[in-house]
Structures are given as structure tokens and as C-alpha cells.
């Protein structure tokens, strides 16, 4: 019996996974510009060069396509800082200090952001404004995000014992609101400095 001919696929069309790849590059994109009701499928379809129908073909409806764009790089993110606040306690014997564990919490930031794949700005750009829904918020973060923010109290309290429980959590709030605001990237900080300041260079901000 001859084997079976393995179908070819038309030539010129791009493999499905390089499509897929386009259409939530240029979501990321477009969704960390003007938010979730300020784009259209057609318009994230005209960014990635393809036909509508193939975003609905691998995503399904918009609402679909942002959270699968939203969930892309969370694990492999929310690895990281796992792994970096894990150290940062193995190091110090299980009593880190304060500036350690706020490092651990913010570094895996820094080093995604200035990495060769300059998506990772975008998706960040992107969460902070995603932070801020009442819409999307809960649904996102308490599931992917929220696991490591306990694991960052917890550390939180090994650095600084004694302290009021509410404390801590006031103060994952006012530091997650910060880079909240750093990585939305709005450019206030730019005009109130009157130049002296960038806010796309955000590094400068944790040294």
C-alpha cells in the first residue's frame, strides 16, 4: 500500500503559527496604543497583513484575541520573578533584605524590557494600562499575576516581621501602582521635567 501524500500547502501562504504570530504581534501592539475599544479586528488584521477572517479563524472574537494576547507572555514572565524572588531568598538564608526582595520584584522588569524583543515593552505597556480596568483586572491578574504577589508579601514579611498585615499590602499597592504608571510610559513625567527627564528610559528611575 503506497503512503499517503502529505497535502502541500499553497504556495506563498505563510505557515498557520507565523500567522497566529503576526496577528497578536500587531494586536500587542495596537490594544498597548488605544486600548481594548479602540481597536477593531479589521484594523489589528490590516497591522498584521492578513485577511480578517483568518483572526477569527484562530481567535475567535476580539474579546478572545486580547486575552490570548494578554496571557502570551505571562507564564514565561511570571517564571521569572518566581525564580528571581526564590533566589533572592535562598541568598539571605530565608531573611532577605527589604532592597532585595523590591529588586527581585522589579528586575525581571528591567531585563525583559531591554531585551532584544522589543514586544516585551509593548505587553508591559499594555498590562499597566490592563491593571487599571475594573473590566479586565480581575479576570487577568487574579489568576496569572496574583500567585506571585502573594509569594512578594510573603517575602515582603520575612524582610521587615512586625509590621500591621495591612501594611504590606498597602505597600505591593503603592509599589505596583508606580511601575504601573512607569511602563504605561504616558510622557507627563517628559513635560513636567521639561526634558530633563524621559519616561521611555525608565531604567534611569531604579538606579
Known amino acids: ?29 495596537l ?38 494576547v494578554l496571557l502570551r507572555r505571562a507564564e514565561a514572565h511570571m517564571e521569572e520573578r518566581d525564580a528571581a524572588m526564590a533566589r533572592c ?12 526582595v523590591i529588586l527581585a520584584y522589579v528586575q525581571p522588569y528591567l531585563e525583559r524590557a531591554r531585551s532584544s524583543d522589543k514586544g516585551w515593552r509593548t505587553y508591559f505597556k499594555l498590562l499597566a494600562k490592563t491593571n487599571t480596568s475594573p473590566e479586565w483586572a480581575p479576570e487577568v491578574f487574579s489568576g496569572q499575576f496574583d500567585p506571585f504577589v502573594r509569594r512578594f508579601i510573603d517575602a ?40 530633563v527627564c524621559s519616561s521611555a528610559d525608565f531604567e534611569k528611575g531604579f538606579l
Open 31 to 68: 490594544f498597548a496604543e488605544r486600548g481594548f475599544d479602540g481597536v477593531t479586528v479589521r484594523q489589528i488584521t490590516a497591522e498584521a497583513g492578513v485577511d480578517t477572517a483568518l483572526a477569527h479563524h484562530h481567535f475567535g472574537s476580539k474579546r478572545d484575541l486580547f486575552a490570548r
Open 89 to 100: 531568598i535562598a541568598a539571605a538564608g530565608g531573611k532577605p533584605g527589604l532592597r532585595d
Open 156 to 195: 515582603l514579611k520575612l524582610a521587615v516581621p512586625g509590621v500591621p498585615e495591612e501594611r504590606y499590602y498597602w505597600a505591593y499597592h503603592y509599589l505596583s501602582g508606580a511601575l504601573v504608571l512607569t511602563f504605561a510610559d504616558t510622557g507627563r513625567l517628559d513635560r513636567l521635567s521639561g526634558g
Open 1 to 29: 500500500m503506497a503512503p499517503k501524500e502529505k497535502k502541500s500547502r499553497p504556495v506563498g501562504r505563510p505557515p498557520a503559527t507565523a500567522t497566529r504570530k503576526r496577528i497578536l504581534n500587531a494586536a500587542e501592539k
